[in-house]
Protein backbone atom coordinates (compact mmCIF):
# COMPACT_ATOMS: atom_id res chain seq x y z
CA UNK A 1 0.00 0.00 0.00
CA UNK A 2 0.83 3.51 -0.42
CA UNK A 3 0.82 6.45 1.95
CA UNK A 4 -0.60 9.55 0.07
CA UNK A 5 0.45 12.75 1.27
CA UNK A 6 -1.79 16.40 0.71
CA UNK A 7 -0.75 19.67 0.43
CA UNK A 8 -1.20 23.07 -1.03
CA UNK A 9 -3.98 24.46 0.83
CA UNK A 10 -4.60 27.42 2.62
CA UNK A 11 -6.42 30.44 2.87
CA UNK A 12 -7.73 32.35 0.23
CA UNK A 13 -10.37 35.12 -0.32
CA UNK A 14 -13.49 33.93 -2.53
CA UNK A 15 -13.09 33.95 -6.33
CA UNK A 16 -9.18 33.00 -5.61
CA UNK A 17 -7.51 29.69 -6.81
CA UNK A 18 -5.64 27.20 -5.45
CA UNK A 19 -3.95 23.97 -6.39
CA UNK A 20 -3.50 21.05 -4.02
CA UNK A 21 -1.28 17.94 -4.44
CA UNK A 22 -1.36 14.35 -3.70
CA UNK A 23 2.01 12.65 -3.87
CA UNK A 24 2.25 9.08 -3.24
CA UNK A 25 5.15 7.21 -1.12
CA UNK A 26 5.82 5.02 -3.85
CA UNK A 27 6.09 6.14 -7.76
CA UNK A 28 6.07 2.90 -9.02
CA UNK A 29 2.99 1.41 -7.73
CA UNK A 30 -0.59 0.64 -9.90
CA UNK A 31 -3.40 2.48 -8.73
CA UNK A 32 -6.68 2.31 -10.25
CA UNK A 33 -8.45 5.51 -9.07
CA UNK A 34 -7.40 8.68 -7.07
CA UNK A 35 -10.31 10.53 -5.66
CA UNK A 36 -10.49 13.87 -4.12
CA UNK A 37 -12.77 13.94 -1.03
CA UNK A 38 -13.56 17.01 1.43
CA UNK A 39 -15.19 17.14 4.74
CA UNK A 40 -16.72 20.19 6.76
CA UNK A 41 -17.55 20.41 10.52
CA UNK A 42 -21.23 18.69 10.29
CA UNK A 43 -21.43 16.93 7.27
CA UNK A 44 -20.09 13.45 5.43
CA UNK A 45 -16.92 13.24 3.64
CA UNK A 46 -18.42 14.01 0.14
CA UNK A 47 -16.11 13.20 -3.00
CA UNK A 48 -15.12 16.36 -5.02
CA UNK A 49 -13.29 14.35 -7.92
CA UNK A 50 -11.18 11.73 -8.97
CA UNK A 51 -9.45 10.55 -12.18
CA UNK A 52 -8.62 6.74 -13.06
CA UNK A 53 -5.42 5.63 -14.26
CA UNK A 54 -6.72 5.92 -17.59
CA UNK A 55 -7.22 9.75 -16.56
CA UNK A 56 -11.17 9.21 -16.91
CA UNK A 57 -12.08 11.88 -14.72
CA UNK A 58 -15.36 12.52 -12.20
CA UNK A 59 -16.58 15.52 -10.62
CA UNK A 60 -19.50 16.28 -8.07
CA UNK A 61 -22.38 18.95 -9.69
CA UNK A 62 -20.81 21.91 -7.60
CA UNK A 63 -17.41 21.95 -8.61
CA UNK A 64 -17.83 20.71 -12.02
CA UNK A 65 -16.66 23.86 -14.31
CA UNK A 66 -14.26 25.41 -11.36
CA UNK A 67 -12.50 22.24 -10.06
CA UNK A 68 -9.69 20.35 -12.67
CA UNK A 69 -7.97 17.08 -11.04
CA UNK A 70 -5.09 16.09 -13.23
CA UNK A 71 -1.93 14.18 -13.19
CA UNK A 72 1.52 14.77 -12.91
CA UNK A 73 3.49 14.53 -16.67
CA UNK A 74 6.41 13.53 -14.61
CA UNK A 75 5.41 11.50 -12.75
CA UNK A 76 1.68 9.99 -13.35
CA UNK A 77 1.09 8.77 -9.08
CA UNK A 78 1.02 12.26 -8.35
CA UNK A 79 -2.70 13.70 -8.80
CA UNK A 80 -3.36 17.38 -8.87
CA UNK A 81 -6.77 19.17 -7.90
CA UNK A 82 -6.57 22.62 -9.43
CA UNK A 83 -9.25 24.59 -7.77
CA UNK A 84 -10.70 28.13 -9.48
CA UNK A 85 -13.61 30.56 -8.32
CA UNK A 86 -13.50 29.17 -4.87
CA UNK A 87 -16.15 29.68 -2.72
CA UNK A 88 -17.22 29.72 0.81
CA UNK A 89 -19.16 26.61 0.60
CA UNK A 90 -15.76 24.99 -0.83
CA UNK A 91 -13.63 25.48 2.67
CA UNK A 92 -12.94 21.76 4.69
CA UNK A 93 -10.16 19.44 4.80
CA UNK A 94 -10.02 17.66 1.58
CA UNK A 95 -8.15 14.09 1.89
CA UNK A 96 -6.89 12.41 -1.10
CA UNK A 97 -7.63 8.31 -1.32
CA UNK A 98 -5.79 5.84 -3.36
CA UNK A 99 -7.62 2.80 -4.60
CA UNK A 100 -4.80 0.88 -6.06
CA UNK A 101 -5.47 -2.42 -8.11
CA UNK A 102 -5.55 -4.89 -5.44
CA UNK A 103 -8.75 -3.02 -4.01
CA UNK A 104 -6.71 -1.47 -1.20
CA UNK A 105 -7.58 1.79 -0.11
CA UNK A 106 -5.35 4.64 1.49
CA UNK A 107 -6.08 7.79 2.93
CA UNK A 108 -4.00 10.83 3.58
CA UNK A 109 -3.98 12.94 6.58
CA UNK A 110 -5.69 16.02 5.01
CA UNK A 111 -5.41 19.53 3.88
CA UNK A 112 -7.38 22.53 5.34
CA UNK A 113 -8.93 24.74 2.36
CA UNK A 114 -10.65 27.89 3.75
CA UNK A 115 -12.34 29.96 1.77
CA UNK A 116 -13.16 33.41 3.40
CA UNK A 117 -12.51 37.35 3.09
Known amino acids: QVQPVESGGGLVQPGGSLRLSCETS????????ITWYRQTPGKQRELVASITSGDNTFYADSVKGRFTISRDNANKNTVFLQMNSLEREDTGVYYCNVLDILSRSSWGQGTQVTVST
Open 26 to 33: RSNFAFNT
